[in-house]
């Protein structure tokens, strides 16, 4: 049966550690599991939480917004978009295809960090 929790983290260094420390605590008396067998679904692979969870080996899997749209009637009987929904969905698209989508690769600390300021300098010029 699966473990079923809600928290919602802010996109910050403590927000990131608690994120953690949750994966962590869904199963502290298993000395098998490990918090890298949960893989997180997201709908934007771009983000600075992404890229600090995949600092830390977290695999991460990128859900398509379209995706996540088509799936939203199947699952809701209205089409409303709602954070917490929109977690239930995409963890039920990933529970539903386990092979569909494939997590992120890893890449090297500079490569991560060249990405995070890219990003960071594009957001700084739509502003």
């Known amino acids: ?9 802010e996109e910050t260094a403590e927000g ?8 962590r605590d869904l199963n502290r008396t298993s000395h098998r599991f490990s918090r890298r067998q949960v893989h997180v679904g997201i709908e934007d692979g771009s ?9 830390l080996r977290q695999p991460v899997v990128v859900i398509p917004p379209a995706v996540t ?21 995409i963890a ?3 529970r539903g295809a386990p092979g569909r989508f494939r ?10 960090a060249l990405a995070v300021l890219a990003r960071s300098q594009q957001d700084a010029a739509r502003r």
């Open 16 to 23: 990131v550690a608690q994120f953690i420390d949750a994966l």
């Open 103 to 112: 997590r992120m690769p890893d890449t090297t600390d500079s490569a991560s």
């Open 69 to 89: 749209a088509r799936h939203r009637g199947r699952f809701a009987p209205a089409i409303s978009k709602a954070d917490r929904t929109d977690a239930a969905l």
């Open 92 to 94: 039920n698209i990933l």
């Open 47 to 55: 983000r600075l939480l992404v890229a600090e969870l995949r600092r």
């Open 1 to 9: 049966m699966p473990v079923r929790s809600a928290l919602r983290v």
